[in-house]
Structure formats: structure tokens, C-alpha cells
């Protein structure tokens, strides 16, 4: 099955629904092909979430604060490997596509549509810190998901009997220097960096997984737009703690991706230095890129520690926070704790920054 997603210039959004007409479907010996209009100027593999499993096919396509979805049940016959094309498995006539099943061939608001869950394999695991780690999942092979930067994802697992559900944001599996491979978006790995708490419910949970053990992700969430970062000159991140967790696919997208982006700088606010994540790769990518700096404040250092110290706070942001020209487009993207990024939020404020300027990340 190959899933085309069509901008149609003839049909406009409304008219398709109406007449139902909004997806269709033909075969040839080997494939079976959807084609689903959509009146989208910039469709892209992040907006095609596709799920085909247990002879369920489920193909949501974001549009705006909108969903549209397919989602047949007893799909007709076999098929073989989905990507975004699904290859039949028998040389079969199909009579029908499948049974349509729940959200079938609706067009709602994306917060009206709920969360899918999928079954992703744990592949690996490794220690970022003494605390943290990460944890690379794997997509079962009818899927097709990109996590979208800025946005993050739920993980669901049974504990004590209940389902449990908290937010994460992917990360990638490391920072673009160059002596690596350039980082996969391979739309088959999902990469999570996550803070292990002593008393945490669900990072306790999380920690006791093996290798080859199963957890559910949802899929992706949050209000981010990317927009905000290719029209940025100054991109200033500031972070708490795991709140670094969507910086990192922000930095890799600005410095890879966003051609007006002169100058990046992140800000990274933790409590000891052994707290730091990728600390190493952070210092090498400032070194390699000219445009990247960073800049570390621990609140709770030993004594050698020579570099900045304290707390988030209006002197310390109006000593590291600056436009590097006086009419420079800047966006400050803050996450951490709750209190921190409020703080901070109001802080940039009196600074004189401008809401359209600072993204703040909550829950
Ligand atoms: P709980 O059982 O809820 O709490 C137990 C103890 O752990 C608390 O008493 C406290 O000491 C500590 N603790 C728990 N939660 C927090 C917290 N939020 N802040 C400070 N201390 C806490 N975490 C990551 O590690 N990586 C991520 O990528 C990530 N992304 C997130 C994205 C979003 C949108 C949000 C809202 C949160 C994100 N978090 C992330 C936090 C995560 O969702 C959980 O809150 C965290 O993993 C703790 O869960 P727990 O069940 O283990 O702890
Ligand atoms: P942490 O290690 O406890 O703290 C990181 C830094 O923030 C430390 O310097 C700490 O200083 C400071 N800080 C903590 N509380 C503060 C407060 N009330 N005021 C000012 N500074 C404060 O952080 P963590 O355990 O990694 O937690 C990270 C947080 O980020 C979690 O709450 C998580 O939910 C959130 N997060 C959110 C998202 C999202 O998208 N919304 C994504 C990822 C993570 P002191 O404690 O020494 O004061």
C-alpha cells in the first residue's frame, strides 16, 4: 500500500468532506495505494502517522490544529512491510480496502481525536549521568512516526495494575558534530533521555525494563512551531535540568536547517556539574560551530568549580541573554522545572522581550 498525501488546489477542504470524496484507494498486482487530498501547502513526513498491525490500518494525517483519519479494521488481505508504502503480500484482487473502524474518514480537532498508543521494543539503553540515561526505542515495522522538534510523546506502562502515562521529549542520539554520522531520522528509532528519580513512579518503572521488554508511545504532541525558529536570527535556549531534553532537536534543527540563524546560544542551568548532560559534546559542538555557544550555571557547586553559578534570575539573564544586533529577530525557548520557566518568562518580560519572542515549555 503506498499512502499519497495530495495538496489539491481544485477541492477545497470542505467540499471534500462533504462529499466524502476525501481519500481514495487503487491497486496494482503488488501494491495497494490511498490518496488523501488534503488542501496542505507543506506536507511533510512529520504530519503522516501511520499504524498497521493486527490487520488494522490507522493513517492520521495532522493538518493544523485539525486530524484527518483512515482507519479500516479486517484490512482485506495480507500485507507485507509498511513504511509509508505497505507492499501486498499475495497478488490478490482487493474488493474492499478493510472495514471501516471508529474514526474512519473524520476531519476534527486534533485535541478532540485522543492519544494512539503503538507497542515499541526497547533496543537499547545507556547512561548519559549518574542519574540519566538514554533509552532508544524501536517502532514495530507497520509504523511510521516522526516526532516533530519541540514536541514530545507519552509513554504508557502497567504499573501495580495501572496504567500509567507521563510526557517525553525525544531527543536525538547525539548532537550534529561531524566526525559522527549525521543523526538518524529514520522514522524506526525513538530516542529518549530520562532523569531517573529514587522516589519516581514511572521512572522507576521505566529503569527496571530489559532489553527487548515492550512499552507503549503515543502519538506526538505540543504547541511548538518550527516556523518560530526559521524566521530567528538569535535563537537563545535556556534550560533546567532534563527541561535541555527539546533543545536538543531545536539546536540540531537551527544549525542544520535554518539559514538566517546567526548566532545559537544555550544557556543550561543545573545543580552540580555531574548533572550535565552531553556536557563533552556540547563543548565540542561550540567549538566546531561558531555560531553555537554555551554557557553553564550550576546552583549547587563544589568549590572548584570556576565557571557561573546561581540561580535563574534577572541579572543572570540580562548578563547572557542579548540580541547579537540591536534589531536582530530573537526567540527564547525556555523548559525545566515549573517554577524555573515561570520565573524565567517573567524575568525575559521585564527584560523587555516580547511574548512572540519567548516559547515557553509546559506541560
Ligand atoms: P513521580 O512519581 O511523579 O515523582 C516522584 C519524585 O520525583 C518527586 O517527589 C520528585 O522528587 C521527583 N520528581 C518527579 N517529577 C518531577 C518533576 N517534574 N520535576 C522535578 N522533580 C520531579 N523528564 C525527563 O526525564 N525527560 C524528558 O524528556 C521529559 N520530558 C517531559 C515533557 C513534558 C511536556 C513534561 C510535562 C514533562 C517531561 N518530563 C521529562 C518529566 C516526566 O514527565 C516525569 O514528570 C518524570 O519522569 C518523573 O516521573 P516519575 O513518575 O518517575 O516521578
Ligand atoms: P533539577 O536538576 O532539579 O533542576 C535543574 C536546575 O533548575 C537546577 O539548577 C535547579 O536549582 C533549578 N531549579 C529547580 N527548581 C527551581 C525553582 N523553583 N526556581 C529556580 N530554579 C530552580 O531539574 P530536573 O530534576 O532535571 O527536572 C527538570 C524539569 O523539567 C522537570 O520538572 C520536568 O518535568 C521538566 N521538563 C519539562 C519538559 C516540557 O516540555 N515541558 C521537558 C523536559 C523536562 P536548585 O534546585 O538548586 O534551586
Not at 98 to 119: A, C, M, S, V
Amino acid at each position: 500500500i503506498v499512502i499519497l498525501v495530495v495538496f489539491s488546489k481544485l477541492l477545497t477542504l470542505d467540499l471534500l468532506f462533504k462529499s466524502s470524496k476525501y481519500y481514495d484507494w487503487f491497486q496494482t498486482d503488488h501494491l495497494v495505494t490511498i490518496v488523501i487530498y488534503t488542501k496542505q501547502k507543506d506536507m511533510n513526513a512529520e504530519l503522516v502517522i501511520v499504524d498497521c498491525q493486527d490487520k488494522r490500518l490507522r493513517g492520521e494525517i495532522i493538518m493544523d490544529d485539525h486530524s484527518y483519519l483512515v482507519e479500516v479494521v479486517n484490512i482485506a488481505e495480507k500485507v507485507g512491510k509498511v513504511e509509508i508504502i505497505l507492499n501486498k503480500k499475495d497478488n490478490i484482487h482487493w474488493k474492499i480496502l478493510g472495514q471501516p473502524w471508529e474514526g474512519h474518514n473524520t476531519f476534527i480537532k486534533r485535541t478532540d481525536r485522543g492519544l494512539f498508543y503503538r507497542k515499541c521494543r526497547l533496543v537499547s539503553k545507556t547512561e548519559v549521568t549518574h542519574d540519566t540515561k538514554l533509552f532508544c526505542l524501536m517502532l514495530p515495522k507497520g509504523t511510521h512516526l516522526c516526532v516533530p522538534t519541540g514536541q514530545h510523546v507519552y509513554l504508557k506502562q502497567i504499573i501495580a495494575g495501572t496504567e500509567v502515562v507521563k510526557p517525553y521529549t525525544p531527543v536525538l542520539p547525539f548532537l550534529p558534530l561531524d566526525f559522527q554520522e549525521p543523526p538518524r531520522h529514520d522514522g524506526v528509532h525513538i530516542y529518549l533521555m530520562i532523569k531517573i528519580y529514587s522516589c519516581g513512579l514511572f521512572t522507576q518503572a521505566l529503569d527496571h525494563l530489559q532489553i527487548g521488554d515492550y512499552i507503549f508511545v503515543s502519538n506526538p504532541e505540543g504547541n511548538f512551531k518550527k516556523s518560530q525558529v526559521q524566521t530567528s536570527e538569535d535563537l537563545i535556549l535556556l534550560a533546567g535540568g532534563t527541561g535541555f531534553t527539546p533543545m536538543v532537536k531545536l539546536l540540531n534543527f537551527a544549525l542544520t536547517e535554518v539559514s538566517c540563524v546567526r548566532t545559537v546560544k544555550l544557556i543550561f542551568f543545573n545543580k552540580t556539574e555531574d548533572d550535565i548532560l552531553w556536557r563533552n559534546q556540547l563543548e565540542q559542538l561550540a567549538l566546531k560551530d561558531k555560531r553555537f555557544d554555551v554557557q553553564f550555571i550550576l546552583s549547587q557547586p563544589t568549590k572548584d568549580w570556576v565557571g557561573k553559578q546561581g540561580k535563574i534570575s534577572s541579572s543572570l539573564l540580562s548578563e547572557f541573554v542579548k540580541r547579537s544586533r540591536r534589531d536582530s529577530r530573537v526567540l527564547i525557548c525556555i523548559c525545566g522545572p515549573a517554577p524555573f520557566t515561570e520565573q524565567g518568562v517573567q524575568y525575559l518580560k521585564d527584560l523587555g522581550y516580547s511574548q512572540e519572542e519567548i516559547h515557553a515549555f509546559t506541560a
